[in-house]
């Protein structure tokens, strides 16, 4: 059973950074599409980051892009987003996500596998 669980929120001032965690030890699809994506209260989910889990190849979403890097383990099968100069607008719910094929998409529906999210509060 594939369970994805994200760490590594809290609060942080502007100007600060942060990574979170997601530990996709049930995650078996070695070769296709995980990512993060973020929801702030009242706005739509939005993709952030992505990584052909096993490959390492990334991609980035305008959302946030030049301010994190999406990384993996393997062996760990750990999924990290470390985020820089984040900014109030940052603040968001953040959730790691899989996908079942081999690409990857910013859309939401497209992911069947999804966290709990971990908080993300810059003030």
């Known amino acids: 059973d594939v369970q994805l669980v994200e760490s590594g929120g809290g609060s942080v001032q502007p100007g600060g950074s942060l990574r979170l965690s997601c530990d996709a030890s049930?995650?078996?699809?070695?070769?296709?599409?995980m990512g993060w994506f973020r929801q702030a209260p009242g706005k739509e989910r939005e993709g952030v980051a992505f990584v052909y889990f096993g490959g390492g190849r990334t991609y980035y979403a305008d959302s946030m892009k030049g301010r994190v890097t999406i990384s993996q383990d393997n062996a760990k099968r750990t999924m990290y987003l470390h985020m820089n100069s984040l900014k109030p607008e940052d603040t968001a719910m953040y959730y790691c996500?899989?996908?079942?094929?081999?690409?990857?998409?910013?859309?939401?529906?497209?992911?069947?596998?999804w966290g709990q999210g971990t908080q993300v509060t810059v003030s």
């Open positions: 049930g995650y078996t699809y070695s070769s296709n599409c």
């Open positions: 996500a899989g996908r079942t094929v081999p690409s990857c998409s910013e859309v939401p529906a497209d992911f069947g596998y």
